[in-house]
């Protein structure tokens, strides 16, 4: 039979275990609590830009920017960076009332005023095209003058033909313009000869054209550029991210093999 001694002995060790289990659980709860409250919640706006924001209704969200932001969630842990839509209309009110802090793939001179936002350097490059309905008639000489053709755009957009003018109404005074919500749409009309021009960002085009090959022959697509993109992060001055440390996570994201996967599926070619 065990002595008395013993017994307290095998006692006083289980219950040293068990203590050093639960303080052990109560500081692993601690050091995870303390760091989910360092973490940084940084908001991005995202607005209808196929392929980098697709917001359809009934529809996850999906595209080029909505993985890229997927990867700068996993790629580290000081910031947590959360989805707010938006429209190409209602971006700039709700940066101003301050309901997020940070636009991806978008350009200085779309509306932001220089003295609020800060950029990162450029992390893509890219542009938007004309495009017409094919027909061997049909030269560049065709895209010299656009305002003189019926034009195809999307609503909210800012356009170098119009001198990045997005007021619906001051547009339909200058061109012949139809105003539509969804690129594709566009590219429908232009098939169908609703309209004579159709502006398109050239990746959207590119992945249309994979996805769709026999409209290849269909479409005559412009020489020259309507506008070149030199896409930046747009991010708000004093906000809790600066410019230069969003760059430094999107290089991260953009040199990591992890993620080439990004660029392999829409086609691109990062700048870094």
């Not at 978008?106 to 495009?131: C, M, Q, S």
């Not at 356009?159 to 566009?186: A, C, G, M, W």
Request: with cysteine; proline share 3%.
């Amino acid at each position: 039979m065990p002595s008395k001694i013993c017994v307290r002995e095998c006692i006083s060790r289980r219950t040293s275990r068990v203590l050093f289990f639960f303080i052990s659980i109560f500081i692993f709860f601690i050091s995870a609590t303390n760091a989910q409250a360092n973490v940084k919640t940084i908001k991005i706006g995202v607005s209808h830009f196929p392929p980098f924001f697709t917001i359809e209704q009934n529809h996850p969200l999906s595209g080029l920017g909505i993985d890229l932001i997927a990867a700068m969630n996993d790629i580290q842990t000081g910031y947590r960076f959360e989805i707010v839509e938006s429209s190409p209309r209602r971006r700039h009110a709700m940066f101003q009332k301050g309901l997020y802090d940070i636009s991806l793939f978008d350009h200085l001179k779309w509306g932001w005023n220089p003295e609020e936002v800060d950029a990162t350097k450029v992390f893509l490059r890219g542009g938007e095209r004309y495009i017409t309905a094919g027909s061997p008639k049909i030269t560049q000489n065709f895209f010299t003058d656009v305002s003189s053709k019926k034009i195809g755009a999307i609503l909210g957009y800012h356009y170098r033909f119009t001198s990045f003018e997005t007021d619906p109404e001051k547009l339909k005074k200058r061109f012949d313009i139809n105003l539509v919500t969804h690129q594709e749409q566009v590219i429908k009309q232009v098939l169908s000869h609703r309209i004579q021009i159709g502006v398109i960002t050239e990746t959207f085009l590119k992945k249309y054209l994979r996805e769709n090959s026999e409209d290849q022959e269909k479409i005559t697509i412009s020489d020259t550029y309507d506008q070149e993109y030199n896409f930046i992060g747009i991010v708000r001055k004093k906000a809790l991210i600066s410019a230069s440390e969003l760059e430094q996570i999107i290089i991260s994201v953009i040199k990591s093999p992890k993620y080439q996967w990004i660029a392999d599926q829409y086609g691109i070619k990062w700048q870094n």
